[in-house]
Nanobody, 115 residues
Framework: QVQLVESGGGLVQAGGSLRLSCATS????????MGWYRQSPGKQRELVAS???????TYTDDVKGRFTISRGNPKNTMYLQMTSLKPEDTAVYYCNAKNSAQNYWGQGTQVTVSS
């Protein structure tokens, strides 16, 4: 069983920065890819950034150049460094770990960006 716990969310002014953390109850298996999703009111949950077991990262166009996803060492922590935050980044952010047979979610952490 993989448990994910997000932290680091909060209220920040536009242009500010936040770093989200995702801690696991045990070392993440190498077969699990990691990602950050977000869901804002009235919208579906969307993938924001992902990092594969080999370290390759991808980002949605909306956050390219502003967000950075990374994995800790040991690989039981994942981070999302968010800079130049915009009000449209406001959402509940979820940590995710998955492979072809498993899909784990954290409880989410609220990020609110004020104008």
């Amino acid at each position: 069983q993989v448990q994910l716990v997000e932290s680091g969310g909060g209220l920040v002014q536009a242009g500010g920065s936040l770093r989200l953390s995702c801690a696991t109850s045990r070392t993440i298996l190498s077969s699990l890819d990691m990602g950050w999703y977000r869901q804002s009111p009235g919208k579906q949950r969307e993938l924001v950034a992902s990092i594969t077991t080999t370290g390759r990262t991808t980002y949605t166009d909306d956050v390219k150049g502003r967000f950075t996803i990374s994995r800790g060492n040991p690989k039981n922590t994942m981070y999302l460094q968010m800079t130049s935050l915009k009000p449209e980044d406001t959402a509940v952010y979820y940590c995710n770990a998955k492979n072809s047979a498993q899909n784990y979610w954290g409880q989410g952490t609220q990020v609110t960006v004020s104008s």
